[in-house]
């Protein structure tokens, strides 16, 4: 570690060269040393049964004894440890790099080129990343299947816990002492590890530090590492390959801190060859995932023994994880959809910052215009309005809103698919009205749906006349007002004669399922006590009487 610390301050200081040649001569005589090792590695990390025998997993777990030698007691860490300085020396690099962010310093060092016809700023560590990318992929690939079943059934019965969330990620993520973010000495307090957690610990690092370091390559080597041969094919076999194997916390941390940098960062020459195929895998899995592990997650909240204050249950580990996850993936979807490049709009990302406004990007519309990927990102939105999680709710609802319009003008959809769309909205307000941040959400979403839709498609009426207690004449008067909107018909009113078209149909919490209304008639109104008159201050005394309180001459001589 010390060693890569000093390469890193070695590293920082280099990019006061403000030359392109020099640095990243200086770069290449530092990494070489490095990625000649990782590359003789390979043989070890090239599948996922010889990366648990390099690791030691498939032996049973050694005992670290305070003064004996190390590796006379554990013969595989040096193995862990070459591993470990490698990751962190790639992190070095590819975090620390600079290009001149001064243009004119810039041009002059040599970082600029053209290519696509603008302008292009290299990385000086760029060539040297890229040669090893097809090595950090054949390792992301080997971690990734450990994780199946069959590798698991390799690991010595000693370490059959390595692949388990963090004690310290748990704590974390359920807000507990003991996390990393705790500031308590008296609460962040971890012992020695043993050797079982020494080896959760460097699995745990090994799997984060590859999302990282690609992601890095997404920030700081940009273009140069887009333009990959087959870096689509080669990203989709390895790092995102056997995602369905991956448990719920892993499939996250790939989410968070790989695949959203990949999509903001895409240069737009790069949508469809790179980014495209590999949205086609990611985003149907996800979809099917979450649906899957929300089922799971209604099921056992429905079960008598689910305890959501028993932090210690499983069930609520899962719980938590699969929420925040959750709403991490919808922030990614929006991201797919609105994310735009330096090329596109130079100001674009400031003006949403400051008005709040989104819109469809360039790569929010090729999304759109794929079939299959726009239906599976229309339903992880609808599906999102009926998660048991507000949040999850409300970011679903906007994405939703950015989507709908769009694909009507683009006739993506016949009256079925648009009276599909009303159901589902109305499903939501079924199963999650009751909560204000959704109803909220749904109430604009179903507006901004049937105002949209309702020109086109005729047969959405029928949907609403399907609302439980929905009155036809008051529904008659709605659909006629949005049909003449000429602008006297606002807001506040559409809202209010929505929501007393489905009033009836709004879900309510168990709780008051069966409460009882109690009205009282004729209830006398309640006569407020007479207030005390304040007694006024001896200064407000004076000044009305204009005589002394006497209260002087008390203290006076003698």
């Known amino acids: 570690m010390e060693y890569v610390n000093l390469l890193e301050a070695l590293i920082i200081t280099s990019n006061q060269f403000n030359n392109y040649d ?6 290449k005589g530092i990494s070489d040393p490095v990625i000649e090792k990782l590359r003789s590695l390979q043989p070890h990390y090239s599948s996922a049964e010889n990366l648990i025998s390099f690791i030691g997993a498939d032996k049973d777990p050694v005992e670290f004894l305070q003064g004996a030698v190390q590796q006379t007691q554990d013969p595989h860490s040096e193995n862990r440890s070459s591993l470990s300085m490698i990751m962190n020396f790639l992190l070095a690099v590819s975090r620390r790099v600079e290009a001149p962010t001064d243009p004119s310093v810039a041009a002059a060092g040599g970082f600029q080129i053209q290519a696509g016809g603008r302008t292009i700023v290299r990385n000086p560590a760029g060539s040297q990343l890229c040669s090893i990318l097809e090595n950090a992929l054949v390792l992301g690939h080997s971690i990734n299947l450990m994780f199946s079943q ?100 892993r499939l996250r941390a790939i989410n968070k801190m790989f695949l959203k940098s990949f999509i903001v960062k895409c240069p737009q020459e790069f949508y469809s060859p790179v980014l495209i195929p590999i949205l086609k895998q990611v985003v149907p899995l996800m979809l099917n995932r979450l649906q899957d592990r929300w089922s799971y997650l209604r099921k056992i909240r429905e079960s008598p023994g689910f305890d959501e204050d028993n932090t210690d249950s499983q069930e609520v580990l899962d719980d938590v994880i699969i929420r925040v996850a959750a709403r991490e993936y919808l922030d990614t979807v929006k991201a797919m959809l609105t994310s735009t490049t330096s090329q596109e709009s130079p100001t674009s990302v400031e003006n949403v910052e400051k008005s709040g406004v989104q819109s469809v990007s360039a790569l929010g519309e090729l999304v759109l215009c794929d079939p299959i990927l726009r239906n599976d990102v229309m339903l992880t939105c609808l599906q999102g309005l009926r998660w048991p999680d507000s949040p999850s709710g409300t970011r679903a609802a906007a994405t939703a809103e950015l ?6 003008n683009k006739n993506a959809f016949g009256p079925e698919g648009a009276a599909s769309i009303m159901v589902e909205i109305l499903t939501a307000f079924q199963e999650m009205g009751m909560h204000e941040a959704n109803n909220i959400a749904l109430t604009h979403l179903a507006l901004l749906t049937y105002e949209t839709l309702r020109p086109s498609f005729p047969n959405l009426i029928t949907v609403l006349q399907q609302v439980p207690g929905c009155n036809q004449e008051d529904l008659l008067k709605f659909d006629a007002k949005i049909l003449n909107n000429n602008g006297a018909f606002g807001e506040k009113a559409k809202k209010d004669m929505f929501k007393k ?39 407000e005394q004076t000044e009305k009487t204009g005589e002394e309180t006497g209260l002087s001459s008390l203290f006076g001589g003698q």
Not at 168 to 181: H, Y
């Open 22 to 27: 020099k640095q990243a001569q200086f770069i």
């Open 403 to 408: 989507i709908i319009p769009v694909l009507c």
């Open 150 to 249: 069959e590798a698991k059934s390799r690991l010595s019965p000693g370490f059959s816990k390595v692949f388990d969330l963090l004690e310290v990620d748990k704590n974390n993520i359920l807000g507990l002492p003991g996390s990393r973010s705790a500031k308590n000495d008296l609460t962040y307090h971890i012992k020695l590890p043993e050797p079982v957690t020494r080896m959760q610990n460097f699995v745990t690092e090994l799997f984060e530090s590859i999302q990282h370091f690609l992601s890095h390559l997404c920030i700081q080597i940009g273009f140069e590492f887009y333009q990959q041969p087959r870096l689509a094919e080669g990203l989709c076999m390895s790092v995102l390959g056997n995602l369905a194997g991956l448990p719920d916390f």
């Open 501 to 539: 078209l489905i009033s009836r149909l709004i879900g309510k919490d168990m709780a008051k399922l069966f409460q009882k209304e109690i009205v009282i008639k004729n209830l006398p109104s309640l006569v407020p006590l007479k207030t005390k008159a304040r007694v006024p201050t001896l200064d």
